[in-house]
């Protein structure tokens, strides 16, 4: 029996001592019946979680960001931290007195789960269950990576309510419903002059790429927009909505429907890029540009006023605190689907049970719903996905990916793609691993 790894993080507390004392229980009992027992101890990487608490230390001590001492530096530092706390937890399980076997120990890291994990990821590669994807992601801008849907906490809000977030010295202004309009170019004499869409994320106009009513809404029939009823509520607002498809998952879904533009008005660290079409606002922060919004379009008449009472709810990242950023980013996923039927037909086919028994159908319901997982990250800790994209010269746009545990085999695997796919033997091209991504922990 394998312990439950305890990250790196800092020391155990009560929860892995209940952990221990019941496992040790079992162990014990079974070796005292005649059994061989092997109970594994080890510790965990946790790759965001140890990442987060070594910048926080470093910036408190040293007044550093991970930026200043590069990737490399920074990584010792882990391994330092790892050194520290890493070591203490091994010794608080000696302390305690637990039976393990301490021949076996291992760290999630070591050289053997490194090959494992690299071993994993090849052959479902190979196999066509991992594969890479640009969609629209749970971005982080605190911690700069993409993150799981159970990596994000959601926060009811009952009207206009100050957060403080994560390396602001101002809070941030949430339950806000800001009002504005869209005018109508070339409007009948006694028609439709303006169109009022509601947001709370006002800032986000800058990315709208159209507006949207519900196709059975009489009151805008005379005018050429989307029309999208799983979008729309007629009976909500104006009954028009602003679509900024690269920054909101329904209106993302809305613009895969129409075939509208998905354009990115934010880079990685959450501030406004050259896409936003002001350049004197390019490199401001999402959140403090907002005010600068509502000036201009209250300059021009367009800004319609707010609602102060909105109830909302927020997505925040359970391991920064920031504001989860909807963001258009090329991932590795793995395809749940088929994995999830073999899942499925286990339990139906009586090889595998649910217990207690009633809980089957909850099993099932989760398999029938369930999305392919986004399981690469952008830190600097943890295990390196062991890929690398193809830049061909002649075709310098295909996108290409070869897996391999070095730079050699992936050139091997790279010349027999190339070879699959039509192209000549000596094609020119070469193998980019530039800030590898991290496998999900």
Excluded at 112 to 123: G, I, Q
Excluded at 173 to 199: A, C, M, R, W
Excluded at 396 to 403: K, S
Aim: proline share 4%; with cysteine; net charge neutral.
């Amino acid at each position: 029996m394998i312990t439950p790894p305890p990250n790196v993080t800092g020391s155990l507390h009560i929860g892995h001592a209940l952990t221990f004392s019941i496992e040790d229980a079992m162990v014990r009992w079974r070796r005292m019946n005649g059994f061989d027992v092997k109970w594994i101890p080890g510790t965990d990487h946790a790759g965001i979680g140890t990442q987060s608490v070594v910048e926080k230390m470093l910036m408190k001590e040293h007044g550093l960001t991970r930026h200043d001492m590069g990737r490399a530096a920074f990584v010792k530092e882990i391994w330092n931290w790892k050194q520290k706390y890493g070591d203490r937890i091994l010794h608080q399980m000696r302390r305690m007195g637990a039976s393990l076997d301490w021949d076996e120990e291992f760290f999630t890291m070591d050289a053997k789960r490194t090959k494992a994990v690299e071993n994993a990821f090849m052959k479902l590669h190979k196999d066509g269950l991992i594969y890479r994807d640009t969609r629209l992601v749970n971005w982080c801008c605190a911690l700069e990576t993409v993150i799981s849907d159970i990596e994000v906490d959601y926060k009811d809000i009952q009207g206009k309510t100050l957060i403080q977030l994560p390396g602001r010295s101002e809070p941030v202004e949430f339950g806000v419903l800001h009002n504005f309009s869209y005018q109508v170019v070339n409007p009948e004499k006694d028609g439709i002059k303006e169109l009022i869409v509601s947001t709370t994320r006002i800032e986000t106009m800058l990315g709208d790429c159209a507006v949207a009513i519900h196709p059975s809404d009489e009151r805008y029939k005379e005018i050429p927009i989307v029309c999208d009823k799983d979008l729309v509520d007629m009976e909500f607002g104006t009954g028009v909505v602003k679509v900024t498809p690269a920054h909101d998952p329904n209106d993302y879904a809305c613009a895969r429907r129409h075939n509208l533009p998905i354009e990115s008005i934010f880079d990685k660290t959450g501030k406004l890029n050259e896409k936003c079409g002001i350049s004197e606002w390019v490199g401001r922060d999402r959140f403090e540009v907002r005010y600068d919004v509502i000036k201009k379009l209250e300059e021009i008449g367009s800004y319609k006023g707010r609602n102060d009472k909105h109830v909302m709810r927020i997505a925040l990242c359970s391991r920064s605190g920031d504001i989860i950023e909807p963001l258009i980013q090329p991932q590795w996923y793995l395809n749940c689907q088929d994995l999830a039927k073999v899942s499925k037909k286990q339990v139906q086919d009586g090889k595998m049970k649910i217990l207690p028994e009633q809980y089957t159908n909850d099993w099932y319901r989760w398999l029938d719903n369930i999305q392919d997982w986004c399981i690469s990250r952008q830190l600097w800790w943890g295990h390196e996905i062991p890929a690398y994209q193809i830049k061909l010269n002649v075709q310098p746009n295909q996108d290409l990916w070869v897996t391999g545990h070095d730079r050699e085999t992936a050139k091997a695997n790279a010349e027999k793609l190339l070879a699959d796919k039509g192209y000549a033997k000596n094609v020119d091209f070469e193998l980019i691993k530039v800030n590898p991504d991290i496998l999900f922990k």
